[in-house]
């Protein structure tokens, strides 16, 4: 896969964000054009951040890679700005290879926010992934597992369907940025999750959702994390761990 880094920048405060301070310390975002002028046709290409909508270039830069013979076009978000029905249809038209990864790391909106940092949160990354789906863009949804959210995994599978999402990628809080510095109320033991997860898994594939537990096969890139590479981990046997459809 490659990655195309937008820079630290986001709108969100996650608790378990990788980058943590990362993005106070930013001189200035980075070259886009350049990563993008090293793409390889037939690639995967993901725009990651921070948070890839908070540029209004991100319509462009997408077109751009479409250019370049990219297979595929993922956005990794929080999915707030794609709210915005005018902004979600700029996506779209920018190429026909999108798909999107939105992040919900809730059933609701106090333990989504909670996570985000950010009060209203959720609604906007609901409606986001509505209106995405209403634009016809394929539309896959990240949680990462916290000690917060863990008991509540096959909730988030269904809201997730609800909203349209086609797959549900469960990844694991990683002890890295704000994540480390909390660690102990972020960070679960597997033990604790893995009952819940192999639930949530099975409630998922009931509904017609693909899964992937843990690290994908075909990259690490999901909400939070950004561009440190997690641990894989085996999927519990339960599970069938496919690659997500938005990733091709």
């Not at 609604?123 to 539309?139: D, F, H, K, M, Y």
């Not at 549900?168 to 909390?182: D, L, M, N, T, V």
């Not at 033991?189 to 509904?207: D, F, G, I, K, W």
């Amino acid at each position: 896969m490659h990655q195309i880094f937008l820079g630290f920048a986001c709108n969100n405060a996650c608790v378990f964000c990788a980058q943590g301070a990362m993005r106070d310390r930013e001189e200035g975002p980075p070259d886009v054009a350049a990563q993008i002028a090293t793409i390889t046709p037939g690639e995967t290409v993901a725009f990651m951040g921070g948070e890839p909508t908070v540029h209004d270039e991100l319509p462009a830069w997408i077109a751009a890679a479409d250019a370049r013979g990219a297979a595929r076009v993922l956005v990794q978000t929080n999915g707030r700005r794609l709210a915005y029905r005018a902004f979600t249809r700029a996506l779209r038209e920018a190429s026909t290879k999108l798909a999107l990864d939105v992040a919900l790391q809730g059933a609701s909106a106090a333990m989504h926010d909670y996570h985000t940092g950010t009060p209203g949160s959720f609604e906007q990354t609901l409606r986001g992934a509505r209106t995405a789906r209403a634009e016809r863009i394929p539309v896959g949804v990240t949680t990462v597992v916290t000690r917060s959210n863990f008991r509540h995994l096959g909730e988030i599978a269904r809201l997730a369907h609800a909203a349209g999402a086609e797959a549900i990628h469960f990844a694991k809080a990683e002890p890295f940025g704000r994540a480390a510095i909390a660690r102990d109320r972020v960070v679960p033991a597997r033990e604790m999750v893995l009952p819940y997860l192999t639930r949530a898994a099975s409630e998922a594939q009931r509904l017609g959702l693909d899964v992937v537990v843990g690290a994908r096969e075909t990259g690490s890139i999901f909400a939070g994390i950004g561009e440190i590479e997690p641990v894989a981990e085996k999927a519990p046997p339960t599970v069938r761990k496919t690659s997500l459809p938005v990733l091709g």
